[in-house]
């Protein structure tokens, strides 16, 4: 079937299943403006600008249209007559989240997902979540869908960086059905796949589990060659062997490495509980360890940070609260806290000791000058959540070690300078594009604030996030 026709057979999908569920084409998100511009002071603010600096008090944020025209101290900043001024005393400012692990898929069931076109959207930008990249896709036709309807502005949402097809071998059990889209153990359909979605816009790959080298480096090698960047959740091929590869970032911290899994066969991916185990007994600051780190610092390696899912299935951590589990549907609910129970339950001292080295390990590894960034992967046993988890993943860097303004930069700068956005992106600065996240209280005294985003703005129109929360109650696991 020729490339264009499965392209529009794909967006036809996708976009039935919006229509129902967006704003018509042509309408504008008017009931969830707070500030639409197209002037506009923010005033009084306590400052975190993303990259890394001790918190600012007393700040003015000038916006000019869909940019930042002057960042400094309050009285400092000259401002004109017709601007209009709103007093953040008080309250936090940040840049707007850059993640680079999410999904608009969910999980219904044992083994199933279902997309989110119309729920994630909103809860990723009301969370304060300004631009994302999804972490691979089950049917990354939809996903283009939703791009195109946030960029055209027949839905609210934050700027999108898509992830072609998972590119795995398909051989291993363990493997959910959706992934398996084809057989990629062979380099040519890999690179075919490749080719197809970078001509589609995609500058993004994910190698997933089963992979074999050989397709892995022949991924690494096309996508190089025309301006696209590979990621991988890995199993079959070691951080070390990947790192060698050539590949850019590493999902999920060390949480799905390898390396330390004893007879591990080349090519071949062993059982999660064996790697689980592997990370367990993992010491952080011996010879193993700081031999992979190094190996990883030594190729410029990113890794993504995905705390959130980890925590959801790690015994003795906390259960979601019922904000969170009010924007569930009835079953997703049901779903989810009869896993909870399960995990609560388990005897595994293996889950919750990987748990606490898996943090170590990426403290560490910032700690040492690596590349850290983050995302949230909304997948597991439904909890995680949107919007909510995007805050939830900053207070687990906290909870590694970090201090506020660097979980805040590896959740904002960082990504911005993964995607290579950073020049117009990820920090608070004058000329950059006004992409601000507002918190109704001082975070630096009470973490917790996080999770009070009271306006986000995106390209300098601000947008009321109880509103946009509001109007998915109870729509998470069904659309």
């Not at 909890?383 to 900053?394: D, I, K």
Request: proline share 6%.
């Amino acid at each position: 079937m020729p490339r264009l026709r499965l392209l529009m057979i794909g967006l036809g999908f996708a976009c039935l299943a919006q229509a129902a569920s967006y704003l018509p084409p042509g309408t504008k998100p008017d009931p969830f403006l707070a500030y639409p511009g197209p002037s506009i002071a923010l005033t009084g603010a306590t400052l975190i600008d993303g990259t890394g600096a001790a918190p600012q008090q007393g700040m003015t944020v000038l916006i000019q249209g869909q940019r930042i025209q002057a960042v400094g101290k309050d009285g400092e900043v000259k401002l004109s007559d017709g601007v209009q001024k709103v007093s953040l005393a008080g309250k936090t400012l940040l840049p707007g989240y850059v993640m680079l692990h999410e999904h608009f898929f969910y999980p219904t069931g044992l083994l199933t997902y279902a997309n989110m076109p119309y729920s994630f959207p909103r809860l990723y930008l009301a969370g304060g979540v300004t631009t994302l990249r999804t972490g691979g896709a089950i049917n990354p036709y939809a996903d283009l869908g939703i791009k195109q309807w946030i960029d055209g502005g027949h839905a609210v949402g934050p700027h999108m960086f898509i992830t072609g097809p998972y590119l795995t071998a398909g051989d291993d059990p363990d493997d959910l059905p959706v992934m398996q889209l084809a057989d990629f153990g062979d380099p040519t359909l890999a690179v075919e796949a490749v080719r197809h979605w970078i001509a589609l816009g995609a500058r993004d790959f994910k190698a997933y589990t089963t992979i074999p080298r050989k397709t892995l480096g022949a991924v690494i090698d096309y996508a190089h060659k025309h301006g696209a960047r590979v990621t991988g959740h890995l199993c079959s091929v070691t951080y070390k062997e990947a790192a060698e590869l050539g590949i850019d970032d590493l999902e999920h911290g060390i949480f799905v490495a390898t390396d330390f899994v004893k007879d591990k066969q080349p090519d071949k991916c062993p059982p999660y509980t064996a790697v689980q185990k592997s990370l367990a007994s993992l010491d952080v600051d011996g010879p193993e360890a700081q031999a992979l780190m190094q190996t990883l610092l030594k190729h410029h390696m990113a890794l993504t940070s995905t705390l959130t899912v980890f925590e959801a299935s790690t015994p003795g951590r906390p259960i979601l609260p019922d904000s969170v589990l009010d924007l569930m549907s009835l079953q997703a609910r049901a779903n989810y806290l009869r896993s909870y129970g399960r995990t609560a339950q388990a005897n595994n001292p293996d889950a919750i000791q990987a748990f606490k080295n898996g943090m170590a390990f990426e403290k560490a590894f910032f700690d040492k000058g690596g590349f850290l960034v983050d995302g949230t992967d909304p997948t597991g046993n439904g909890g995680v959540v949107p919007g909510w988890s995007n805050a939830r993943e900053v207070e687990l860097l906290l909870e590694a070690g970090l201090t506020l303004p660097q979980a805040i930069q590896v959740s904002t700068l960082n990504g911005a300078r993964y995607l290579k956005i950073d020049h117009d992106r990820g920090s608070v600065a004058a000329g950059k594009y006004a992409d601000l996240t507002v918190l109704d209280g001082d975070v630096t005294a009470d973490p917790k604030v996080l999770h009070k985003v009271l306006w986000v703005f995106k390209d300098g129109v601000g947008y009321d996030s109880a509103k946009l929360t509001d109007s998915v109650k109870g729509d998470v696991g069904i659309r």
